[in-house]
């Protein structure tokens, strides 16, 4: 060996041992201990947070419930004004003046009955109806608490007097319609009448016991307003023996006098007899057909000249006037 070359000194070398894993003590983490799932915090709310979420809701709700409020203030001005509208249109309703009503009242022809006509009617106003082909308007007037016709049927005027002749009318047979036979200047035959319209405008006569253009009888042609040929028009009829008991009770005199003065201003038109068609007693007395019939064949009728009034009975195929009464 070169004693030139220093001499390092020598390590020795130790091996290291890697320990034994297994001869190692095991040492324990400590375990976090997590609580049951019901006790975990939600959504990891954080105080703060519950309180931001606090305010939200009650912005909400004070939203929700002011327009709650708004709304409702809403409606109840909106009904209010309604209520207003309501309460203004009843009582110009209530206020405002009716519709004047027309006094005149549409009938249709005498002896057959109109389906309609004005239900408004004060007794004063005038009546108009289609009278034997014509069209005719009546006045009407208050007697004795029933309202009649101002004229006899077919006459043209109110009598000026008991003996005005365009104020005497027509005369019909009891029973019959307006067909033309009421006429003074009518036809005539002797043929009798087995329907209740004969068909033609003849005055019949000539006849035997019971003495009545039809054969055989029918006591129910001028019962009422709903007789079969009520000669009237629409809610009018040939008055009954009573109506005219009450009527002739109240005159000033109980004659023809008496009957012209009192409101129906009645005239002594005279009669048409049944034997023979010929017209008597004009300018002296008169007779007014009753719907009331007598004895089964005859017919009541009001009589009067310038020494008596009465009421009597007799043939129905007489010719006598005809004065309306609204029934």
Not at 142 to 166: F, P, Y
Not at 244 to 251: D, F, G, I, L
Request: charge should be neutral.
């Amino acid at each position: 060996m070169d004693p030139n070359i220093p001499v390092q000194p020598v390590q020795n070398e130790i091996p290291t041992v890697q320990p034994d894993p297994l001869s190692q003590p095991v040492i324990q983490q400590p375990v976090t201990q997590q609580p049951p799932i019901s006790q975990q915090p939600v959504n990891n709310i954080t105080p703060s947070g519950i309180k931001w979420k606090l305010i939200f809701l009650i912005v909400i709700l004070l939203v929700i419930v002011g327009g709650g409020a708004y709304y409702l203030g809403a409606r109840q001005n909106k009904l209010g004004q309604q209520k207003t509208i309501t309460t203004t249109i009843t009582q110009s309703t209530l206020t405002s003046t009716p519709t004047p009503i027309s006094p005149t009242i549409p009938i249709s022809t005498s002896g057959t009955q109109p389906t309609q006509a004005q239900s408004s009617f004060t007794c004063g106003n005038t009546v108009s109806f289609n009278y034997d082909g014509s069209r005719v308007t009546y006045g009407t007037v208050l007697s004795q608490g029933q309202c009649w016709m101002d004229r006899n049927l077919g006459a043209s005027e109110i009598a000026t007097s008991a003996t005005d002749s365009n104020a005497y009318g027509d005369l019909f047979q009891w029973g019959r319609l307006a067909d033309g036979h009421q006429l003074r200047t009518s036809g005539t035959t002797t043929t009798l009448s087995s329907a209740d319209v004969p068909g033609n405008s003849n005055f019949i006569y000539g006849m035997g016991s019971p003495w009545d253009w039809r054969s055989p009888q029918n006591k129910s042609l001028w019962q009422g307003v709903s007789g079969i040929n009520n000669p009237c028009p629409l809610g009018w009829a040939i008055p009954t023996g009573t109506q005219w008991t009450t009527e002739y009770s109240s005159w000033s005199q109980q004659n023809s006098n008496g009957a012209f003065a009192s409101p129906l201003k009645l005239t002594v038109g005279g009669d048409r007899y049944d034997l023979n068609a010929a017209i008597v007693s004009v300018g002296r007395s008169a007779s007014y057909w009753s719907s009331t019939i007598n004895d089964g064949i005859y017919a009541d009728f009001l009589s009067f000249s310038s020494d008596n009034v009465l009421i009597n009975n007799f043939d129905r195929a007489f010719g006598f006037s005809v004065r309306c009464v609204q029934n």
